[in-house]
């Protein structure tokens, strides 16, 4: 069958078979452009236009019958190459279209921000691998089978039975915290130092101050208490929050 390329109008000898599963990719030989051919189209452009066409330029050696003569007085390109393979209906981009279609430092320069996205992409999942674990707790068994520890301080240990008030001592006006922490897991775990943060009614902070962690570790299922008093605070706290040194959340 005849392939006319619309550009340059040369026209292309190529099988029929290579359209029986639908609409392709072409290539003309001559000025590479390329465009979505179809059995249905080729089929029409052989019937009717290309023997217009072939009718024309005979003309000047006089009307032969069709099956007289060859279609054409001088054998029609052959670009078997010509035909490119069409995947999920685009055209695919191979390697000697993309060095005709950019030059070298516009490759290079693609090539370099590509590595450089990789890199960035790579340094910000482990330096924030905490908080992307946080935000999507799933990504903590990915951390761990890559052997990066994502948990946050103070993970598998609670608080319990955790209570603030202010007690007068001495004349002097103390604000109290005590309480218990708990290691609710199957393995030993550190604790970290616990941060105190005195907030008031409206939700404000009014002051914070670091708590000793009352043991380096704990075991399985093990607790271990702690207390902590400063003088004077200030007016206005409400209750004391408890929260471990280092750890993030969600709204941070």
């Not at 023997?51 to 005979?58: E, G, P, Y």
Request: aromatic content about 6%; hydrophobic content about 45%; charged content about 15%.
């Amino acid at each position: 069958m005849i392939v006319a390329c619309p550009l340059c109008q040369t026209r292309f000898l190529v099988a029929a078979g290579l359209f029986v599963g639908g609409a392709r990719h072409v290539r003309c030989g001559r000025c590479r452009h390329v465009w979505m051919a179809e059995l249905e189209q080729a089929g029409q452009e052989e019937g009717a236009g290309g023997i217009k066409a072939m009718s024309a330029q005979r003309g000047a050696v006089g009307d032969t019958p069709l099956g007289a003569s060859p279609l054409v007085s001088q054998p029609l390109p052959l670009d078997v190459s010509a035909v490119l393979a069409s995947v999920a209906g685009a055209m695919p981009m191979n390697a000697s279209m993309l060095r005709r279609t950019l030059p070298l430092w516009a490759r290079l320069t693609v090539v370099a921000a590509l590595a450089l996205l990789f890199v960035v992409g790579t340094l910000w999942g482990i330096v924030g691998r905490h908080e992307i674990a946080l935000r999507w707790p799933h990504m903590t068994e990915v951390y761990d089978k890559v052997g990066l520890d994502s948990h946050q301080p103070g993970d598998g240990i609670d608080f319990r039975e955790v209570k603030s008030e202010l007690v007068y001592d001495g004349g002097i006006l103390r604000l109290t915290v005590e309480g218990n922490l708990v290691n609710a897991t199957e393995k030993e775990q550190i604790v970290p130092h616990i941060l105190a943060v005195a907030v008031g009614s409206d939700g404000s902070t009014i002051q914070s101050w670091r708590i000793d962690a009352p043991a380096a570790t704990l075991a399985p299922l093990a607790t271990a208490s702690f207390r902590s008093a400063i003088n004077a605070p200030r007016e206005g706290v409400a209750h004391v929050n408890l929260n471990f040194v280092g750890r993030k959340n969600v709204a941070d």
